[in-house]
């Protein structure tokens, strides 16, 4: 079975700063690995997966994400953040197999504050 | 092209009622899994369905249920509700049934249980 923690429930940051939001995973098995944002009243949005290749990964809204498999993380950074950046962001995993199909296990989210 | 669509989005009962939600998958997309979002326990995995069969199902117990139709839209129902049922209900659907997919997300169903 897999498992996420995001270290940080909140994240206050004033604008134009740069915010690292941390995530580590627990498998025993290789795992593909999801970052999404959620805003008030709406659904999520990837903002960037990590699948293979790579371990530096670039996503929507000027984000990236570094894969470190011997760390078991996957924080995500932004250099310079905006006040449209305040939303709960969420690290996901999915492991190969059956029995995880369709099925992302999720951390509980970091709530990230943008203040002027 | 439209995005997944989950009606209604926002629905209140009472205890021991059911209730049956819809979604609509983006054009294409043979996969919808669900997920039950609480302030409590987080994003959890309900279940996920492909070409009209359930692939796979997450730990919750049988009064939630599900189906999907030769359309790839999909309802979930939820018989005997309890007030711990309270949440965001997302659906999520992806154009095939895999590990590496891409999951497109919903607005959700805010659901009320009294």
């Known amino acids: 079975a897999q498992s996420v923690t995001q270290l940080d429930s909140q994240v206050p940051v004033f604008e134009e700063a740069p915010v690292e939001l941390r995530c580590n995973y627990s498998?025993?098995?290789?795992?593909?690995l999801f970052w999404y944002v959620q805003y008030p009243n709406q659904g999520l949005q990837l903002l960037l997966k990590?699948?293979?290749?790579?371990?530096l990964v670039k996503g929507i809204n000027g984000f990236e994400a570094e894969f470190n498999k011997s760390q078991t993380s996957f924080h995500l950074r932004k250099p310079s953040v905006h006040i449209s950046d305040t939303a709960e962001y969420f690290c996901a995993v999915s492991a190969p197999g059956g029995t995880s199909y369709g099925k992302l296990t999720f951390g509980q989210g970091t709530i990230l504050t943008v203040h002027p | 092209k439209a995005g997944v669509t989950q009606t209604p989005r926002y629905l209140i009962k009472t205890r021991g009622q059911q209730v049956t939600l819809s979604c609509s998958p983006i054009?294409?997309?043979?996969?919808v899994s669900w997920y039950q979002q609480t302030p409590g326990q987080g994003l959890q995995f309900l279940f996920e369905?492909?070409?009209?069969?359930?692939?796979n199902k997450g730990n919750f117990p049988g009064r939630f249920s599900g189906r999907q139709f030769s359309n790839s839209r999909s309802e979930m129902n939820v018989s005997t509700l309890e007030l711990g049922d309270s949440a965001l209900y997302l659906c999520?659907?992806?154009?095939?049934?895999?590990?590496?997919?891409?999951?497109?997300f919903g607005p959700g169903t805010r659901l009320l249980v009294l």
């Open positions: 498998s025993s098995v290789s795992v593909y």
């Open positions: 990590y699948l293979s290749g790579s371990t």
């Open positions: 369905y492909f070409s009209e069969t359930q692939r």
């Open positions: 999520a659907s992806s154009l095939v049934s895999g590990n590496q997919e891409t999951q497109y």
């Open positions: 054009s294409g997309h043979r996969s």
